[in-house]
């Protein structure tokens, strides 16, 4: 008979059966092989979800290819994915993140991550890993503090280079920007605006550096609030300064506000654009037409979902996970490819795998990959510095929320 | 711009949303009012009540910025959406009262107080991860119907919009007033702020009128969720935050249990918000409100209007 007393029992002993079973069916391993982990550290719920599961997907199938086609023999890679987001802020964590690197580096068999996205974790994992040795390669973070070497003590404590990219940095990102409104749009005056957080003062600082260098006047320098709704005061306060041009550092919790209002208080055909954290979906769901049109936005990678050599990725991408790759989902690959191979050429030599080890074959590696060949300097940034520049028009072929072909390719930006 | 144009829309700038955060601290300062309760849900059963409303203007067939309905299907529609999202949100408060806060008076002896006050914060985090969680993190594009009309003033632009707010505020603050001054249930709600004890002896239902007062101040709530969706055509899980922490500081400013004092409250905040961002700079808007809260309240304990909360006997 079930009774409070034997029902407590029951539960017990059901949980304690069902893990054993669980145990024993869950790791359908081939005899032998031995696991090695891979983190994956995203902000996979709040304000940049989506982009951050674009991201995830990307690994993932890096991970799964390696497994299916036996690239690193006697071994199989479990990822583990770990989210930096936390309710509480909405958005990516840096004090979770900071939590999920420790867990990373307190797991024996992890021996690299892919991640984090975002700056912000990025800075607060850094250190964490470095103490330990621990190699990860972020597809979209690009604060360039966390490799410079000037704060070193502060993001890389042990003086080797743990946090790789297969993105470029903010250093560039930012100036990018600053030159194509200066050559191209030939933009006289500019005013900036950044969102307070990690990434968006960097690119913002960046970019006004390089406008100053440029000959382009700032005319002012100011800051959202991503939690206000309300811009207006800022954008009277702008229109008034009568500037050639509008420059944005930050990401889409005030970037799709701040689109939104200026279009009804900014002169249309003012230059307007941001950077990496523009090119969201938000930007087509939240914003849409007519307010969205015309906004640059810049990404610190070459442009690849439109290159016919990448369409069977993109396409295998589609079937797999039943949405579209962006460019970052095609970084996260290419992490993910490094990391492959890394252990895999440790394996064909036969080298021993552990954190150090992988880390060295990381920071030396030259792998073939989406966006061409990936090698990394010895502060862990990638060589190849290419900033591609987008521009959002309506293209009425494809549906209004397809952020693959609403934001048109304009081209890599001058580089200097 | 020349610089009164500038100036002159920065002051309706702060109009708007001085108008805004009159609108959400009335039905706060009413549940204060009359069970001496600081109600944090108020904030996020705002935000509740734009979701409702952007639902029920989908439902429509409203959606973005396409305008589809005119004239009087087009008032249809958004009075409809108003009756929505007032009833919803009425209900959502009265169910909060119900099960979160009468308990405590029953074992309490009082709503109010810093276990009330505790609660509702908990009963506001649930809301916002509610709908984080179940609708995700992204702004919300909210449906756009109403035409652009605007009216130049000094060189300013004088949305139709800020004279709607202000408009719906006013005879939500008026039929307000006339509801707590005149009518027998505003009598009883008057009569549980004074003392609850006594008005149960004189026969009044205290139960129906705290009812009452959570029913009608989160109604007020929804209806300003659903007008702040109209008016700025988004939304999203964090508007309750920001919006509750500005129209909270308006309330306290103004007086709080005073209901005029909420609208003077918003319009100050309004008003140095824009002025403030214009003639120093935006990112010190926060250090400017709370500063000038922390002056009068040091000065003023009571607020400007001075406070009308139950009394001490």
């Known amino acids: 008979m079930l009774t409070r007393r034997n029902a407590g029992k029951l539960i017990a002993g059901a949980a304690a059966s069902t893990t054993l079973l669980g145990a024993g069916l869950g790791s359908a391993r081939a005899a032998?092989?031995?696991?090695?982990?891979?983190?994956?550290?995203?902000?996979?719920?709040?304000?940049?979800?989506?982009?951050?599961?674009?991201?995830?997907?990307?690994?993932?199938?890096?991970?799964?290819?390696?497994?299916?086609?036996?690239?690193?023999?006697?071994?199989?890679?479990?990822?583990?994915?770990?989210?930096?987001?936390?309710s509480t802020a909405g958005q990516y964590d840096p004090a979770q993140a900071a939590t999920n690197a420790r867990k990373l580096v307190a797991d024996p068999a992890a021996m690299a991550a892919i991640g984090p996205e975002m700056s912000g974790d990025g800075k607060a994992m850094s250190p964490i890993y470095s103490e330990a040795g621990f190699a990860t390669i972020t597809p979209a973070s690009t604060n360039p503090d966390i490799t410079n070497p000037k704060f070193?003590?502060?993001?890389?404590?042990?003086?080797?280079?743990?946090?790789?990219?297969?993105?470029?940095?903010d250093a560039y990102q930012g100036p990018a920007m600053a030159n194509f409104y200066s050559d191209v749009l030939k933009v006289g005056s500019v005013y900036v605006l950044d969102d307070s957080g990690a990434y968006g003062v960097g690119i913002a600082d960046t970019f006004e550096a390089r406008a100053k260098e440029k000959g382009m006047k700032v005319l002012g320098r100011d800051r959202l609030d991503p939690m206000q709704a309300d811009y207006t005061v800022s954008l009277t306060k702008i229109k008034a300064l009568n500037p050639e041009g509008l420059y944005y550092g930050g990401v889409m919790g005030a970037g799709s506000k701040l689109v939104k209002q200026s279009y009804g208080i900014l002169p249309q055909k003012m230059p307007k654009g941001g950077g990496d954290g523009l090119l969201a979906p938000e930007m087509l769901t939240s914003?849409?037409?007519p307010a969205a049109e015309g906004w640059y936005c810049t990404i610190a990678s070459p442009h690849l979902t439109e290159n016919p050599a990448v369409q069977p990725f993109v396409k295998l991408y589609e079937s797999t996970w039943h949405t579209q790759p962006d460019d970052y989902a095609i970084t996260a690959y290419d992490a993910g490819l490094v990391i492959v191979n890394a252990i895999s050429s440790l394996v064909k030599a036969g080298k021993p795998i552990n954190r150090q080890s992988v880390r060295d074959a990381i920071q030396a590696?030259?792998?073939?990959?989406?966006?061409?060949?990936?090698?990394?300097?010895?502060?862990?940034?990638?060589v190849n510095r290419t900033v591609s520049i987008f521009q959002v028009t309506k293209n009425t072929n494809y549906p209004l929320t397809d952020i693959i072909h609403q934001f048109k390719y304009v081209g890599s930006a001058p580089t200097s | 711009m020349s610089e009164t144009t500038v100036v002159t829309q920065q002051v309706i700038n702060g109009l708007s949303l001085g108008g805004m955060y009159a609108l959400l601290a009335?039905?706060?300062?009413?549940?204060y009012g009359i069970i001496e309760l600081i109600n944090f849900a108020h904030f996020n059963v705002f935000m509740i009540g734009s979701f409702i409303g952007m639902w029920v203007l989908q439902a429509f067939g409203l959606s973005g910025q396409s305008v589809l309905l005119t004239g009087l299907p087009l008032a249809g529609a958004l009075v409809a959406a108003l009756i929505v999202s007032m009833?919803?949100?009425?209900?959502?408060?009265?169910?909060?009262?119900?099960?979160?806060?009468?308990?405590?008076?029953?074992?309490?002896?009082?709503?109010?107080?810093?276990?009330?006050?505790?609660?509702?914060?908990?009963?506001?985090?649930?809301?916002?991860?509610?709908?984080?969680?179940?609708?995700?993190?992204?702004?919300?594009?909210?449906?756009?119907?109403?035409?652009?009309i605007q009216f130049k003033v000094e060189g300013a632009n004088l949305d139709l919009r800020v004279i709607l707010i202000w408009l719906v505020s006013i005879v939500l603050m008026v039929g307000l007033w006339l509801f707590v001054q005149k009518s027998k249930l505003g009598k009883a709600m008057r009569a549980v702020a004074q003392d609850a004890e006594a008005a149960r002896m004189m026969?009044?239902?205290?139960?129906?009128?705290?009812?009452?007062?959570?029913?009608?101040g989160s109604a007020l709530a929804g209806a300003a969720g659903l007008i702040f969706g109209l008016y700025y055509n988004f939304t999203s899980f964090l508007i309750g935050y920001t919006a509750g922490l500005r129209a909270f500081t308006a309330a306290v400013l103004g007086g709080i249990g005073n209901i005029p004092g909420a609208m003077l409250g918003g319009l100050i905040i309004g008003l140095i918000e824009a002025l403030g961002g214009q003639f120093i700079a935006v990112k010190w808007t926060d250090v400017i409100i709370f500063a000038i809260l922390v002056f009068i309240l040091v000065l003023k304990p009571t607020g400007l209007l001075g406070t009308m909360a139950p009394s001490k006997s």
């Open chain 1, 365 to 382: 590696s030259h792998t073939n990959t989406l966006q061409g060949e990936v090698a990394f300097d010895q502060y862990g940034d990638v």
């Open chain 2, 203 to 216: 026969g009044v239902d205290v139960d129906r009128a705290v009812i009452m007062a959570f029913f009608w």
């Open chain 2, 87 to 148: 009833f919803g949100s009425g209900m959502l408060g009265v169910a909060i009262e119900r099960y979160t806060l009468r308990p405590l008076r029953g074992k309490t002896g009082s709503a109010g107080g810093t276990v009330g006050m505790i609660t509702t914060i908990g009963v506001s985090y649930i809301l916002f991860n509610v709908i984080l969680l179940g609708f995700g993190a992204d702004t919300k594009n909210f449906p756009d119907p109403l035409p652009i």
């Open chain 1, 152 to 169: 070193g003590s502060e993001f890389d404590p042990s003086g080797k280079a743990v946090y790789f990219r297969t993105v470029t940095t």
């Open chain 2, 26 to 31: 009335l039905g706060f300062t009413l549940v």
């Open chain 1, 287 to 289: 914003v849409g037409f």
């Open chain 1, 32 to 86: 032998g092989e031995k696991e090695i982990k891979i983190g994956i550290t995203l902000p996979l719920t709040g304000a940049d979800a989506e982009g951050a599961n674009r991201i995830k997907y990307g690994a993932l199938l890096a991970i799964q290819q390696a497994n299916d086609s036996n690239a690193i023999p006697g071994y199989k890679l479990v990822p583990v994915i770990l989210n930096n987001a936390t």
